[in-house]
């Protein structure tokens, strides 16, 4: 599926230019040109990509067509699942109100995850089960993994939302992500502490049962010490902890002048309480798992010290974010609350595109709408300009560093990074 036109959605009926957003973008793999066959006979984005074992679903040529979603609704990762969920819908009724596919609207079927991996893998498994083409979700990396290897074994396309983890899309050709990964965002916080901020004696915080924070931590740490720089230690902790106070002892005790918090933002905002509690007044950088505003409530005056990457900024001088705020506003009467906002707008608006781009086949089904996903070039989202083809299922996509400010609660542009292959 190729966008190499202006595309022209009801977004505060405002044209799109894909010159607009320029060479952007993050890749951790190479592309593999030679291709691996996929069940609709084209081939995938590179050969490493198995192809999907089930047929998947077929339209029924009458009434809606379907697609899915799955969003953390509940759960420690609500905040996230709300906003992905009213992007989508934002996108699904600018779609439908511009003519849907040749006329048929589509239905976009919701399921939550409750924050959970294994219930996402369950919730998209129902969504399947109805009939679903194609699956949107998840942010949490853990939940996308399951969510994966459920629609790998059904045959049905998955677009994640904000699964940055670099190994997700390597479970299969049907695994594609409108967001960039932690091959880049790594190595772009190392360089921010590096270069922008001038640090070299750096501290880790992981958590051990992430796996987007034990992967960040990883990509973080080679790339700052090829900068130069020094890893002084490296401390682990779990989700849903609460007290840090002996990690951060052990860290302290190494005089760093930096701390890398890897994590969410359910237990990054305590750890930077605590840590400035103790005393420890160094900055904090981390990856875009810090992305919601509780985590300034959780962290108090100290946040004031912290930086991490993010996808997408509201405060972003283009006119895409503009007519995107607008028409969220519009409908909401609210701004996005987190960047998710944007990525579920981009995820959805991608599949409902792709699926007209599929029945212009003539065969409307999840292998002819997996493979015009897997053609997109170009397509220009809020986020920024989406590349699929030959990409493995991760696009390339520019980084922005944000600070946080807690008077205003807001996040404070800092600096952007286009793409740059980490070595």
């Known amino acids: 599926m190729k966008f190499n036109a202006i595309w022209k959605p009801t977004l505060g009926v405002m044209a799109l230019s894909i010159a607009a957003f320029g060479v952007i973008g993050c890749n951790g793999k190479t592309a593999d040109n030679g291709g691996s066959t996929t069940p609709d006979g084209g081939t995938a984005s590179a050969a490493k990509r198995p192809a999907p074992t089930g047929a998947g679903n077929t339209d029924s040529g009458s009434g809606p067509i379907k697609v899915g979603l799955v969003a953390s609704l509940n759960g420690e990762l609500k905040p996230w699942g709300a906003d992905s969920q009213a992007g989508a819908l934002l996108a699904l009724e600018e779609f439908n109100a511009a003519g849907g596919v040749d006329g048929r609207m589509v239905d976009l079927m919701i399921e939550d995850s409750n924050s959970k991996p294994e219930q996402g893998k369950t919730a998209a498994e129902k969504l399947m089960s109805n009939g679903a083409l194609a699956v949107i979700g998840e942010v949490s990396s853990g939940i996308t993994a399951q969510m994966a290897q459920a629609t790998f074994e059904k045959g049905v396309p998955l677009v994640a939302v904000g699964a940055t983890r670099t190994d997700v899309t390597d479970i299969g050709a049907n695994v594609f992500r409108v967001c960039y990964i932690d091959d880049f965002q790594g190595p772009v916080m190392a360089k921010f502490a590096y270069e922008a901020l001038g640090k070299r004696r750096v501290g880790i915080m992981t958590d051990i049962k992430q796996p987007y924070s034990t992967y960040l931590s990883k990509s973080f740490a080679a790339y700052f010490k090829k900068l130069g720089g020094e890893v002084v230690a490296e401390e682990n902790y779990e989700s849903q902890q609460t007290q840090f106070s002996s990690q951060l002892k052990a860290l302290k005790d190494k005089n760093p002048d930096c701390l890398f918090l890897s994590g969410y933002f359910t237990e990054v905002g305590p750890i930077i309480r605590q840590a400035s509690e103790q005393g420890i007044d160094v900055p904090y950088v981390g990856g875009d798992g810090w992305d ?94 989406i590349t699929l083809k030959g990409k493995n299922g991760n696009p390339e996509k520019r980084a922005l560093v944000v600070g946080l400010d807690p008077v205003s609660e807001k996040q404070v542009f800092k600096k952007a990074y286009d793409y740059f292959e980490p070595k």
């Open 292 to 385: 919601s505003r509780e985590i300034i409530t959780n962290a108090g005056a100290a946040i004031k010290n912290g930086y991490f990457c993010n996808h997408y900024n509201n405060d972003e001088d283009r006119e895409e974010v503009k007519a995107f705020l607008a028409a969220w506003k519009k409908k909401y009467n609210s701004t996005p609350a987190t960047t998710m906002g944007a990525l579920g707008y981009d995820a959805t608006m991608l599949v409902l595109q792709s699926l007209k781009t599929a029945a212009a086949t003539g065969t409307l089904d999840s292998k002819s709408l997996m493979a015009a996903i897997d053609n997109t070039e170009n397509f220009p989202g809020v986020s920024g300009s």
